[in-house]
């Protein structure tokens, strides 16, 4: 009797849990905003939109290593543009993050090996 309502209840639940909607993936720009506070580039900070873009991309593109590079990469930015003495909000900060960024950048893209793609001899 009681091993005959434990396998009722068992299929009845096993029923329910197969007839939930999937829980979706979060999106690329959620991913984003996590992996740029887990790297320490906090909202509203002034490497926040390039983290948060270059980051996005990333993921879009099937990167998360480079996400993760991203966002390091625009924390060090700041962290540099900062102990040259420039101070918070000003265009001269966001201006020295740019270029920090766009050097450090290029030392990430030196770092990876090459993809190919198809190439276009390969097309009719």
Known sequence: MH???????ALIVGAFVA?????PPASAQSQAQRI???QGVKPNSD???YCLSQTTRALEWG???M???FAQV?????????SYGLRERTAGLQACIDKEATARTMLIFASEDPKYGPQVA???
Do not use: K, M, T, V
Not at 19 to 23: K, R, S, T
């Open 3 to 9: 091993a005959s309502i434990a396998l009722g209840s």
């Open 19 to 23: 007839f939930l909607p999937a829980i």
């Open 36 to 38: 740029c506070r887990e």
């Open 47 to 49: 490497a926040y939109e």
């Open 63 to 65: 990167e998360p290593q």
């Open 67 to 69: 996400a993760y590079s």
């Open 74 to 82: 625009a924390a060090d930015a700041r962290n540099a543009c900062l």
């Open 122 to 124: 390969d097309h009719p």
